[in-house]
């Protein structure tokens, strides 16, 4: 039955700091908590919508990872909306979608846009974090110019209007109708794994991943696999697609019961906080395992033993085999890109291809234009973050799913044999990655300060520097911008980037994603032709780069840090 509610304009005020990051806006549940915080933010994003496209009888998805504080928020941006006359909500059975099913929900039902809840791998509960970011109808994560614009409304709000005694039961699948002051509003709740899977079916061919999970020939025996869902929004999708649809066996879902606090772990699929998976496939018993992160969107690949794929050969691998893949196969590849840290290993598949390539700032809304203008199928970054132009986020399952589709078709090739066969032909680049999280804004901001002015200092280019028995010499030093080729924007300052003429290099940024402090990234890699030295470990051959990055920074004297809190 219909029920009659009416609009409310509440009074408000603007709060500080309600910046959209890298991926939307990340704080601790604490703040979103404050009274009209959630609502301001909300408020903005509708605006915003409304500032650009009709938001009136439009339907927009709406969904997140689980975590704490998720059910609260899905109400209030469905009372929101109905005050905003929003025609119709999608939004995933107990409010949880994964980022790339919202991203898919978006596209295939032609929705305006969506409202993700998520902090991604950042970690949940009552004293944790929470997020809110919106993607426009492409299903990708909006753009600079639309977060800002966001942000320029937050700081000028008075007012929001809400629809108080609208309720939503998350619970139930199906219709629910509403009438707001002569207005239709309806939700649909709806599954959140459904279409997800569907999509997935079209893109792979699950037969053949099916045969090399069971060890049906061609394989000669069963490929063991493992996945952690590090109790984020993909278990459900992992017991679903790897345990019921190909045929693993249950205990290869680990972690794998959605956890509004993610069991108090990271999760972070990475070697520091996957650490139940690492030790796992250290057993020896399983050929392949996979992590994911909370909303879905990161994944870390593990071969037998524990042999760790960096995210940049990961990319570079799925590249140079994406003829195995039926999606690839039946659309043809456009071009590859890379975001501006990530290790460039991809560089080369792409070079030898004759493809299209693209070196694009930190965050994934930088790929969503060159996909929409069909330049550009698959991408990556070291974050963690692979996917193609099937959605325009990142997409975890569907890296796991592509990894075991190209061994798949190669009959008792180890993850390991692929990787080190990559290598041979391309050669290897070694990446790191160390991250000094939550350190004072001020010293933070001083010592990119202190980078800049080396930036632009007459003498930099030329010096050298010698570690462990190398000499770095300085060919280049920059602050990375972007212009996007399609439609011409620019973004500056996306990270002092130090280049040496051996082809090593090193970057650095401030986290966009952190909730609090500043977080400094401080990437190095290097290029090695050398089949003997690939086989070397990457942290021993990085150190030298490492020690002159710390040198030229003066990280360590700015922020009081001796050692950096997670290295990946
Ligand atoms: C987000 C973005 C990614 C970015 C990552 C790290 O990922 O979508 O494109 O690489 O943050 O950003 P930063 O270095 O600024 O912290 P996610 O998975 O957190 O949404």
Not at 17 to 41: D, H
Request: some cysteine.
């Amino acid at each position: 039955m219909a029920e009659a509610l009416k609009i409310v304009t509440v009074p408000t005020k603007p709060f500080e700091g309600q910046k959209p990051g890298t991926s939307g806006l990340r704080k601790t549940v604490k703040e979103f908590q404050k009274p009209n915080y959630t609502e301001n933010f909300v408020h903005a994003i509708l605006a915003a919508v409304a500032s650009v496209d009709k938001l009136e009888k439009s339907v927009l998805v709406v969904g997140g990872d689980g975590r704490f504080f998720c059910p609260e928020a899905v109400q209030i941006i469905a009372r929101m909306s109905a005050a905003h006359k929003v025609g119709k909500l999608l939004i995933g059975q107990r409010g949880i979608f994964s980022t790339p099913a919202v991203s898919h929900l978006i596209r295939k039902n032609t929705a305006l846009g969506g409202i993700i809840l998520t902090a991604s791998h950042n970690p949940g509960g009552p004293d944790a974090d929470f997020g809110i970011k919106y993607n426009i109808s492409n299903g990708g994560p909006a753009p600079d110019g639309f977060t800002n614009k966001i942000f320029e409304l937050t700081k000028s709000i008075t007012e929001y209007r809400t629809v108080p005694n609208l309720k939503i039961d998350l619970e139930k699948l199906g219709l629910q109708k509403f009438v707001v002051e002569g207005n239709a509003f309806e939700v649909e709740i709806i599954d959140s794994v459904t279409d997800y899977v569907l999509l997935m079916k079209q893109i792979f061919d699950f037969d053949a991943i099916k045969k090399l999970i069971a060890g049906q020939a061609p394989h000669k025996k069963p490929f063991n696999v493992v996945f952690d869902a590090l109790h984020g929004v993909t278990g459900p999708y992992v017991k679903k697609i790897f345990c019921e649809e190909l045929g693993a066996s249950n205990d290869s879902a680990l972690n794998a019961t959605p956890l509004p606090d993610f069991g108090g772990e990271h999760p972070d699929p990475n070697l520091t906080y996957a650490h139940k998976l690492v030790s796992v496939m250290k057993e020896g018993k399983h050929d392949f395992g996979a992590a994911f992160d909370g909303d879905g969107d990161r994944n870390m690949i593990l071969g037998k033993n524990g042999f760790f794929v960096t995210p940049s050969d990961s990319l570079a691998v799925i590249a140079a085999q994406s003829n195995l893949i039926p999606y690839f196969k039946q659309n043809g590849v456009k071009g590859f890109a890379r975001s501006m840290p990530t290790a460039g290993a991809i560089d080369r598949v792409a070079k030898e291809m004759g493809k299209e390539f693209f070196e694009v700032p930190t965050g994934w809304k930088y790929f969503g234009n060159l996909m929409d203008a069909n330049r550009l199928s698959l991408c990556g970054e070291e974050s963690f973050g692979t996917g193609s132009d099937h959605i325009r986020e990142k997409d975890g399952v569907w890296t796991a799913l592509a990894w075991l589709q190209i061994l798949a078709a190669q009959p008792d090739i180890s993850v390991e044999q692929l990787v080190t066969k990559h290598w041979e032909k391309y050669g290897r680049n070694f990446f790191t990655r160390y991250d000094y999280e939550n350190c004072e804004d001020a010293a933070a901001k001083k010592m990119m300060e202190q980078l800049t002015n080396l930036l632009n200092a007459p003498d930099t280019v030329g010096k050298e520097f010698l570690d462990g028995g190398r000499t770095f010499k300085i060919s280049k030093a920059d602050n990375f911008s972007y212009k996007d080729p399609v439609d011409n924007s620019l973004a500056e300052n996306q990270g002092i980037r130090i280049l040496f003429v051996d082809g090593s290099r090193i970057v650095f940024r401030i986290s966009g994603t952190g909730s609090t402090g500043s977080t400094i990234r401080l990437y190095g890699d290097c290029y090695e032709p050398d089949l003997v030295k690939q086989k070397m470990d990457a942290q021993v051959i990085l150190k030298p780069l490492i020690n002159v990055a710390l040198q030229l920074s003066k990280l360590q004297e700015f922020t009081g840090r001796k050692a950096p809190t997670v290295i990946t």
